[in-house]
Protein backbone atom coordinates (compact mmCIF):
# COMPACT_ATOMS: atom_id res chain seq x y z
CA UNK A 1 0.00 0.00 0.00
CA UNK A 2 1.12 3.08 -1.41
CA UNK A 3 1.16 6.65 -0.84
CA UNK A 4 2.98 9.88 -2.68
CA UNK A 5 3.36 13.34 -1.06
CA UNK A 6 4.39 16.03 -3.54
CA UNK A 7 5.58 19.33 -2.43
CA UNK A 8 3.44 22.12 -3.68
CA UNK A 9 4.40 25.69 -2.39
CA UNK A 10 1.15 27.28 -4.19
CA UNK A 11 -1.50 27.53 -6.30
CA UNK A 12 0.53 28.92 -9.47
CA UNK A 13 -0.48 26.11 -12.20
CA UNK A 14 2.87 25.05 -13.24
CA UNK A 15 3.40 23.73 -9.52
CA UNK A 16 -0.02 22.24 -9.51
CA UNK A 17 0.57 20.49 -12.36
CA UNK A 18 3.78 19.54 -11.64
CA UNK A 19 2.91 18.10 -8.08
CA UNK A 20 -0.26 16.13 -9.54
CA UNK A 21 2.15 14.61 -12.41
CA UNK A 22 4.63 13.58 -9.63
CA UNK A 23 1.89 11.81 -7.56
CA UNK A 24 0.36 10.26 -10.49
CA UNK A 25 4.35 9.03 -12.26
CA UNK A 26 4.21 7.51 -8.52
CA UNK A 27 1.59 4.93 -9.59
CA UNK A 28 2.64 4.26 -13.09
CA UNK A 29 0.57 7.40 -14.31
CA UNK A 30 -3.06 8.25 -14.62
CA UNK A 31 -3.38 5.56 -17.57
CA UNK A 32 -2.89 2.95 -15.31
CA UNK A 33 -6.58 3.79 -13.89
CA UNK A 34 -8.28 5.53 -16.50
CA UNK A 35 -9.02 4.21 -20.33
CA UNK A 36 -9.14 6.31 -22.87
CA UNK A 37 -13.21 6.71 -24.11
CA UNK A 38 -14.16 6.47 -20.26
CA UNK A 39 -16.43 8.94 -18.47
CA UNK A 40 -14.48 9.79 -15.40
CA UNK A 41 -16.36 11.53 -13.09
CA UNK A 42 -13.91 14.09 -10.85
CA UNK A 43 -15.38 14.52 -7.35
CA UNK A 44 -14.30 17.67 -5.80
CA UNK A 45 -15.10 19.14 -2.52
CA UNK A 46 -17.65 21.97 -3.09
CA UNK A 47 -19.33 21.84 0.55
CA UNK A 48 -20.05 25.36 -0.05
CA UNK A 49 -19.80 28.46 -2.54
CA UNK A 50 -17.40 30.27 -0.81
CA UNK A 51 -14.20 31.80 -2.77
CA UNK A 52 -11.00 29.71 -2.77
CA UNK A 53 -9.01 31.18 -0.16
CA UNK A 54 -11.09 30.21 2.57
CA UNK A 55 -9.79 26.50 1.92
CA UNK A 56 -13.33 24.88 2.24
CA UNK A 57 -13.05 23.83 -1.28
CA UNK A 58 -10.84 22.41 -3.49
CA UNK A 59 -8.91 24.80 -5.12
CA UNK A 60 -9.88 25.04 -8.71
CA UNK A 61 -6.06 24.52 -10.21
CA UNK A 62 -6.12 21.30 -8.52
CA UNK A 63 -9.31 20.62 -10.36
CA UNK A 64 -7.96 21.48 -13.58
CA UNK A 65 -4.55 19.85 -13.37
CA UNK A 66 -6.37 16.60 -12.93
CA UNK A 67 -8.92 17.55 -15.79
CA UNK A 68 -6.33 17.93 -18.40
CA UNK A 69 -4.24 14.95 -17.14
CA UNK A 70 -7.50 12.89 -17.78
CA UNK A 71 -7.75 14.45 -21.15
CA UNK A 72 -4.49 14.00 -21.99
CA UNK A 73 -5.14 9.40 -21.17
CA UNK A 74 -7.98 10.06 -23.95
CA UNK A 75 -10.91 9.77 -21.20
CA UNK A 76 -13.63 12.58 -20.66
CA UNK A 77 -13.67 14.18 -17.18
CA UNK A 78 -16.91 15.46 -16.09
CA UNK A 79 -17.11 17.47 -12.73
CA UNK A 80 -19.65 17.00 -9.71
CA UNK A 81 -20.69 17.12 -6.66
CA UNK A 82 -23.64 18.01 -4.23
CA UNK A 83 -22.98 20.91 -1.73
CA UNK A 84 -23.61 20.86 2.29
CA UNK A 85 -25.31 23.98 1.15
CA UNK A 86 -26.73 25.75 -1.71
CA UNK A 87 -27.02 24.55 -5.65
CA UNK A 88 -24.04 23.18 -7.25
CA UNK A 89 -24.03 25.27 -10.32
CA UNK A 90 -23.60 28.53 -7.67
CA UNK A 91 -21.72 27.04 -5.58
CA UNK A 92 -19.41 26.19 -8.10
CA UNK A 93 -19.18 29.52 -9.58
CA UNK A 94 -18.58 31.27 -6.34
CA UNK A 95 -15.57 28.51 -5.51
CA UNK A 96 -14.27 28.93 -9.33
CA UNK A 97 -14.89 25.59 -10.55
CA UNK A 98 -17.65 26.27 -12.47
CA UNK A 99 -15.05 28.81 -14.55
CA UNK A 100 -12.41 25.82 -14.70
CA UNK A 101 -15.20 23.46 -16.18
CA UNK A 102 -16.47 26.22 -18.77
CA UNK A 103 -12.39 27.22 -19.35
CA UNK A 104 -11.96 23.49 -20.04
CA UNK A 105 -15.08 22.72 -22.01
CA UNK A 106 -16.43 20.05 -19.44
CA UNK A 107 -19.41 19.08 -17.87
CA UNK A 108 -20.64 20.00 -14.39
CA UNK A 109 -22.76 17.43 -12.60
CA UNK A 110 -25.15 18.94 -10.39
CA UNK A 111 -26.02 15.42 -8.67
CA UNK A 112 -29.90 16.59 -8.25
CA UNK A 113 -31.30 13.33 -9.12
CA UNK A 114 -31.05 9.87 -6.61
CA UNK A 115 -31.18 6.69 -7.64
CA UNK A 116 -31.03 3.41 -5.32
CA UNK A 117 -27.99 1.14 -5.31
CA UNK A 118 -28.00 -1.93 -4.10
CA UNK A 119 -24.29 -2.97 -2.18
CA UNK A 120 -25.43 -6.61 -0.42
CA UNK A 121 -21.36 -6.51 0.40
CA UNK A 122 -22.13 -3.30 2.63
CA UNK A 123 -21.49 -4.32 6.17
CA UNK A 124 -23.62 -1.74 7.68
CA UNK A 125 -25.70 -0.69 4.60
CA UNK A 126 -27.06 -2.39 1.90
CA UNK A 127 -28.96 -0.15 -0.27
CA UNK A 128 -27.80 3.60 -0.98
CA UNK A 129 -29.21 6.15 -2.26
CA UNK A 130 -26.96 8.13 -4.42
CA UNK A 131 -26.63 10.77 -6.88
CA UNK A 132 -27.92 9.06 -10.56
CA UNK A 133 -24.47 10.34 -12.27
CA UNK A 134 -22.33 7.79 -10.49
CA UNK A 135 -24.27 5.45 -12.53
CA UNK A 136 -23.45 7.26 -15.67
CA UNK A 137 -19.39 7.15 -15.49
CA UNK A 138 -16.98 4.70 -15.77
CA UNK A 139 -14.77 6.10 -13.02
CA UNK A 140 -14.60 8.21 -10.05
CA UNK A 141 -11.42 10.51 -8.74
CA UNK A 142 -11.78 12.18 -5.73
CA UNK A 143 -10.13 15.59 -5.41
CA UNK A 144 -10.70 16.19 -1.98
CA UNK A 145 -9.40 19.33 0.57
CA UNK A 146 -7.10 18.31 3.82
CA UNK A 147 -9.28 19.68 6.88
CA UNK A 148 -10.38 18.90 10.04
CA UNK A 149 -14.24 18.10 10.50
CA UNK A 150 -15.92 18.36 13.97
CA UNK A 151 -17.74 14.86 13.76
CA UNK A 152 -15.17 12.76 11.99
CA UNK A 153 -11.89 14.18 13.22
CA UNK A 154 -11.16 14.79 9.77
CA UNK A 155 -12.11 15.47 6.17
CA UNK A 156 -9.78 14.37 3.09
CA UNK A 157 -10.67 11.40 0.19
CA UNK A 158 -13.20 9.29 1.84
CA UNK A 159 -15.47 12.10 3.43
CA UNK A 160 -15.33 13.37 0.37
CA UNK A 161 -17.51 10.73 -0.71
CA UNK A 162 -20.37 11.98 1.51
CA UNK A 163 -21.05 14.50 -1.36
CA UNK A 164 -22.72 11.34 -3.70
CA UNK A 165 -25.76 11.58 -1.42
CA UNK A 166 -28.10 14.15 -2.80
CA UNK A 167 -29.32 16.60 -0.41
CA UNK A 168 -31.82 15.84 1.16
CA UNK A 169 -30.37 12.60 1.86
CA UNK A 170 -27.59 13.93 3.50
CA UNK A 171 -29.48 14.26 6.71
CA UNK A 172 -31.16 10.81 6.57
CA UNK A 173 -27.89 9.09 6.97
CA UNK A 174 -27.40 11.47 10.02
CA UNK A 175 -30.34 10.13 11.48
CA UNK A 176 -29.85 6.50 11.71
CA UNK A 177 -26.15 6.84 12.29
CA UNK A 178 -26.01 9.17 14.55
CA UNK A 179 -22.71 7.62 16.40
CA UNK A 180 -19.36 8.55 15.48
CA UNK A 181 -18.57 5.03 14.97
CA UNK A 182 -21.72 4.18 13.08
CA UNK A 183 -21.07 6.97 10.78
CA UNK A 184 -17.78 5.59 9.68
CA UNK A 185 -18.99 2.46 9.43
CA UNK A 186 -21.31 4.01 6.43
CA UNK A 187 -18.73 6.00 5.19
CA UNK A 188 -16.48 3.09 4.77
CA UNK A 189 -19.20 1.17 3.61
CA UNK A 190 -20.14 3.82 1.23
CA UNK A 191 -16.00 4.24 -0.25
CA UNK A 192 -15.84 0.61 -0.73
CA UNK A 193 -19.13 0.90 -2.37
CA UNK A 194 -18.00 3.92 -4.77
CA UNK A 195 -14.23 2.32 -5.28
CA UNK A 196 -12.96 5.65 -6.84
CA UNK A 197 -9.65 4.66 -8.46
CA UNK A 198 -7.82 7.45 -7.37
CA UNK A 199 -7.48 9.82 -4.42
CA UNK A 200 -5.80 13.14 -4.54
CA UNK A 201 -6.08 16.09 -1.71
CA UNK A 202 -4.99 19.19 -2.27
CA UNK A 203 -3.12 20.19 1.18
CA UNK A 204 -1.65 23.46 -0.41
CA UNK A 205 -3.49 25.44 1.86
CA UNK A 206 -5.51 23.50 4.25
CA UNK A 207 -8.43 24.08 7.27
CA UNK A 208 -6.94 23.73 10.60
CA UNK A 209 -9.49 24.32 13.96
CA UNK A 210 -13.25 24.27 13.40
CA UNK A 211 -13.24 22.25 10.20
CA UNK A 212 -14.67 21.43 7.78
CA UNK A 213 -16.47 25.18 7.31
CA UNK A 214 -15.22 27.71 10.24
CA UNK A 215 -11.72 26.76 10.52
CA UNK A 216 -8.86 28.67 9.38
CA UNK A 217 -6.98 28.24 6.04
CA UNK A 218 -3.33 26.58 6.70
CA UNK A 219 -0.58 26.68 4.50
CA UNK A 220 0.50 22.71 4.54
CA UNK A 221 2.12 22.77 1.19
CA UNK A 222 1.63 19.17 0.19
CA UNK A 223 -0.74 16.95 -2.61
CA UNK A 224 -1.24 13.48 -1.45
CA UNK A 225 -2.58 10.80 -3.49
CA UNK A 226 -3.03 6.94 -4.01
CA UNK A 227 -5.27 4.13 -4.88
CA UNK A 228 -6.49 3.51 -1.29
CA UNK A 229 -8.29 6.28 0.15
CA UNK A 230 -8.20 5.30 3.99
CA UNK A 231 -4.11 4.94 3.16
CA UNK A 232 -4.25 8.57 1.59
CA UNK A 233 -5.86 9.66 4.90
CA UNK A 234 -4.27 8.20 7.20
CA UNK A 235 -0.88 9.49 6.32
CA UNK A 236 -2.80 12.83 5.61
CA UNK A 237 -3.94 12.96 9.48
CA UNK A 238 -0.61 12.10 10.37
CA UNK A 239 0.58 15.08 8.70
CA UNK A 240 -1.58 17.21 10.34
CA UNK A 241 -0.26 16.26 13.45
CA UNK A 242 -3.01 13.67 14.92
CA UNK A 243 -3.14 10.25 15.84
CA UNK A 244 -4.18 8.81 12.11
CA UNK A 245 -4.89 5.37 13.58
CA UNK A 246 -7.79 7.18 16.05
CA UNK A 247 -9.77 8.38 13.44
CA UNK A 248 -13.41 7.21 13.36
CA UNK A 249 -12.89 5.89 9.56
CA UNK A 250 -9.47 4.70 9.90
CA UNK A 251 -10.42 2.66 13.11
CA UNK A 252 -13.30 1.29 11.19
CA UNK A 253 -10.75 0.66 7.86
CA UNK A 254 -8.68 -1.38 10.11
CA UNK A 255 -11.35 -2.91 12.24
CA UNK A 256 -12.46 -4.09 8.64
CA UNK A 257 -8.78 -4.89 7.00
CA UNK A 258 -9.42 -2.59 4.33
CA UNK A 259 -6.42 -0.39 4.82
CA UNK A 260 -2.70 -1.75 5.95
CA UNK A 261 -1.44 -0.08 9.42
CA UNK A 262 0.19 3.17 9.18
CA UNK A 263 4.01 1.65 9.39
CA UNK A 264 3.01 -0.44 6.89
CA UNK A 265 2.14 2.07 4.26
CA UNK A 266 5.04 3.17 1.55
CA UNK A 267 4.83 6.78 1.93
CA UNK A 268 7.12 8.57 -1.28
CA UNK A 269 7.38 11.73 -2.83
CA UNK A 270 9.27 15.11 -2.64
CA UNK A 271 6.75 15.85 0.35
CA UNK A 272 7.13 12.70 2.34
CA UNK A 273 8.63 14.00 5.37
CA UNK A 274 6.64 16.90 5.87
CA UNK A 275 4.77 17.38 9.00
CA UNK A 276 2.49 19.85 10.57
CA UNK A 277 0.46 20.97 13.66
CA UNK A 278 -2.70 21.85 12.71
CA UNK A 279 -4.91 23.19 15.26
CA UNK A 280 -7.56 20.25 16.31
CA UNK A 281 -11.35 20.81 16.20
CA UNK A 282 -13.27 21.46 19.68
CA UNK A 283 -14.68 18.10 19.42
CA UNK A 284 -11.84 15.86 18.05
CA UNK A 285 -11.27 14.04 21.21
CA UNK A 286 -14.18 11.00 21.06
CA UNK A 287 -15.26 8.41 23.82
CA UNK A 288 -16.11 5.77 21.41
CA UNK A 289 -15.23 2.27 22.12
CA UNK A 290 -14.07 3.35 25.63
CA UNK A 291 -17.16 3.56 27.62
CA UNK A 292 -19.79 0.97 27.27
CA UNK A 293 -21.86 1.80 24.61
CA UNK A 294 -24.88 1.30 27.34
CA UNK A 295 -23.77 4.14 29.37
CA UNK A 296 -23.10 6.28 26.37
CA UNK A 297 -26.99 5.54 25.43
CA UNK A 298 -27.94 6.60 28.73
CA UNK A 299 -25.87 9.54 29.71
CA UNK A 300 -25.94 10.84 25.37
CA UNK A 301 -25.55 14.31 26.58
CA UNK A 302 -23.30 14.17 29.36
CA UNK A 303 -20.67 11.90 26.93
CA UNK A 304 -20.87 14.29 23.98
CA UNK A 305 -19.99 17.79 23.67
CA UNK A 306 -23.55 20.01 22.59
CA UNK A 307 -23.99 22.85 20.27
CA UNK A 308 -24.61 25.88 21.83
CA UNK A 309 -24.72 29.12 19.72
CA UNK A 310 -23.14 32.03 20.67
CA UNK A 311 -23.39 36.32 20.09
CA UNK A 312 -22.61 36.16 16.39
CA UNK A 313 -25.83 34.51 15.79
CA UNK A 314 -27.86 36.35 13.52
CA UNK A 315 -30.93 33.91 13.18
CA UNK A 316 -30.54 33.34 9.38
CA UNK A 317 -32.24 29.81 9.72
CA UNK A 318 -29.67 27.94 8.18
CA UNK A 319 -28.78 25.54 10.87
CA UNK A 320 -32.55 25.34 11.84
CA UNK A 321 -33.26 23.96 7.94
CA UNK A 322 -30.48 21.66 7.76
CA UNK A 323 -30.40 20.13 11.38
CA UNK A 324 -31.75 16.44 10.68
CA UNK A 325 -33.56 15.88 13.54
CA UNK A 326 -34.90 19.56 13.39
CA UNK A 327 -33.98 19.92 16.42
CA UNK A 328 -33.69 24.07 16.42
CA UNK A 329 -36.10 26.22 16.22
CA UNK A 330 -35.12 30.76 15.46
CA UNK A 331 -36.68 32.35 18.37
CA UNK A 332 -36.08 36.17 18.53
CA UNK A 333 -33.74 36.20 15.81
CA UNK A 334 -31.85 33.34 17.50
CA UNK A 335 -31.10 29.68 17.11
CA UNK A 336 -32.08 27.94 20.03
CA UNK A 337 -31.80 23.87 20.17
CA UNK A 338 -33.38 21.40 21.93
CA UNK A 339 -31.07 18.98 23.16
CA UNK A 340 -33.21 16.27 23.74
CA UNK A 341 -33.80 15.99 20.26
CA UNK A 342 -29.77 17.21 19.26
CA UNK A 343 -28.10 13.78 18.02
CA UNK A 344 -24.71 15.80 18.09
CA UNK A 345 -24.34 15.34 13.97
CA UNK A 346 -22.60 19.06 14.17
CA UNK A 347 -24.20 19.87 10.62
CA UNK A 348 -25.00 22.89 12.38
CA UNK A 349 -21.54 23.94 13.46
CA UNK A 350 -20.46 22.79 9.46
CA UNK A 351 -22.70 24.99 7.94
CA UNK A 352 -23.28 28.31 10.06
CA UNK A 353 -21.87 30.84 8.19
CA UNK A 354 -21.87 33.27 11.24
CA UNK A 355 -19.19 30.59 13.27
CA UNK A 356 -21.90 31.11 15.96
CA UNK A 357 -22.08 27.60 16.71
CA UNK A 358 -19.60 26.09 19.80
CA UNK A 359 -18.97 22.71 21.16
CA UNK A 360 -19.06 22.63 25.02
CA UNK A 361 -18.60 19.46 26.13
CA UNK A 362 -20.61 17.84 29.52
CA UNK A 363 -19.20 16.99 32.63
CA UNK A 364 -19.17 13.49 31.99
CA UNK A 365 -17.11 13.78 28.97
CA UNK A 366 -14.95 16.46 30.41
CA UNK A 367 -14.21 13.62 33.41
CA UNK A 368 -13.44 11.31 30.80
CA UNK A 369 -11.71 13.25 28.13
CA UNK A 370 -7.52 12.41 27.48
CA UNK A 371 -7.01 16.01 26.80
CA UNK A 372 -8.41 17.10 30.42
S1 LIG B 1 -26.44 29.51 14.41
FE1 LIG B 1 -25.59 30.17 12.44
S2 LIG B 1 -26.83 29.12 10.91
FE2 LIG B 1 -27.97 29.03 12.83
S3 LIG B 1 -29.32 30.80 12.77
FE3 LIG B 1 -27.47 31.42 13.87
S4 LIG B 1 -26.18 32.31 12.28
FE4 LIG B 1 -27.74 31.13 11.19
S1 LIG C 1 -28.69 20.93 16.74
FE1 LIG C 1 -26.86 20.76 15.46
S2 LIG C 1 -25.76 19.02 16.34
FE2 LIG C 1 -27.85 18.93 17.10
S3 LIG C 1 -28.90 17.58 15.67
FE3 LIG C 1 -29.23 19.68 14.97
S4 LIG C 1 -27.60 20.03 13.47
FE4 LIG C 1 -27.03 18.22 14.65
Not at 3 to 20: D, F, N, T
Request: glycine share 10%; hydrophobic share 40%.
Amino acid sequence: MKVCAARCSSYHYPEIEAAVNEVFSEFGGIGAFIKPGERVLIKPNMLEGLPPERAVTTHPEVVRAVVRHVKKAGAIPLVGDSPGTGNTERVAGRCGIAQVCQEEGIELLPFAEAKDYSYPEGRTIKRFTLARELSEVDKVISVAKMKTHSFMGITGGIKNLFGFNVATTKAQYHLRMQKRDDFAAMLTDLALFIKPVFFLVDGVVGMEGNGPRNGKPKKAGVILGGDNGFAVDMVMTKMMGFEADKMPVARTALAWGVVAPLKEIDVTGSGKDLTFNFTPPDNIESLDGRIPSFLVRIFQNQFTARPVMNNNCTGCGRCARHCPPKAIKIENRRAVVDYEKCIRCYCCQELCPANAVELKEGFLMRLFSRKK
